[in-house]
């Protein structure tokens, strides 16, 4: 990432009140010092500037064909994809919207995209989404599950403090999100249409989370034309039951409905 992030601290706190970190030493003593370029003191507007070298970029995923114990989604490069990748196979790109802490080694070295419940969910479902998909459109194909993050950095800071949060802090999530994504000079959104034009989908799944949902969607329309026509479904994020049982509802409907024609 080539550039650092502005924040209030007051935006990191956890639980405890700012009037608690009145000087400097407990205010670093929060964080991870490596990953602090500049704390400074005083007032409650102070501005704490994380490194560059703190947001580690995490590769794209392909969700596994494989039902044993290893990684349920691993890492996809394009030069030299997975051996369960199959070219004669569709593309579906599913969006998720950044990594978190299951994403990454304690040193902040990446892993892979999904490496939690949202991969666990991918890889279990991944035959609901086949089905899903075929009854829609009323096709029979086969799939490879493409995971893209359009923010590929770690937006919840899980990994910056020294005590890391037990629950993730949603409003800092999102906060820290919005700002990468709108930062032209790293250049998220423009990475993220290049992504998807290099890997040419036949299908995209938007499982952002629901507040970015729509600069998603509309990002992805202004790339809608006679060489990119996107088939694009929306579905809640891959964590959460509603994915689980939006997907069962779904297929469950269209088989009524192929069942109810015949």
């Known amino acids: 990432m080539g550039v650092e992030l502005e924040l209030l601290f007051k935006d990191l706190l ?19 010092k490596n990953f602090i370029t500049d704390l400074k003191e005083k007032s409650e507007e102070d501005k704490i500037i994380i490194s560059k070298k703190f947001f580690k970029k995490i590769p794209l995923g392909i969700v596994s064909n494989k039902n044993q114990n290893e990684l349920k989604v691993k890492v996809f490069d394009k030069k030299n994809p997975p051996t369960d990748f199959l070219k004669e196979n569709i593309n579906v790109v599913i ?4 990594p978190h802490k ?18 666990k969910n991918l890889f279990n479902m991944k035959e609901s989404i086949k ?43 999102d906060k820290v999100w919005d700002k990468l994504w709108k930062d032209t000079k790293l ?26 949902k729509k600069e998603i969607n509309e ?30 509802c779904g297929v469950n409907f269209f ?3 192929a069942n109810h024609k015949n």
């Open 14 to 32: 956890t639980k405890k009140k700012l009037s608690e970190y009145e000087t400097r030493n407990k205010r670093v003593s929060l964080f991870k």
């Open 95 to 98: 969006i998720l919207e950044s």
């Open 102 to 119: 299951d994403e990454y080694k304690k040193n902040m070295t990446p892993i892979a995209p999904a490496q939690g419940i949202t991969g």
């Open 131 to 173: 089905q899903l998909l075929n009854l829609i459109y009323n096709t029979e194909e086969n799939y490879n599950f493409i995971i893209i993050n359009p923010v590929p950095y770690q937006t919840s800071l899980n990994h910056l403090y020294v005590n890391k949060p037990k629950k993730l802090n949603q409003k800092l999530r």
């Open 187 to 212: 250049g998220c959104q423009k990475e993220f249409i290049s992504e998807l034009e290099s890997i040419k989908p036949e299908y995209i799944l938007n499982c952002c989370t629901k507040k970015f």
């Open 219 to 248: 990002k992805l329309g202004e790339r809608m034309d006679k060489k990119n026509k996107y088939k694009i479904l929306q579905l809640p994020h891959p964590c959460t039951d509603a994915f689980v049982e939006s997907l069962k």
């Open 255 to 257: 088989n009524i409905k």
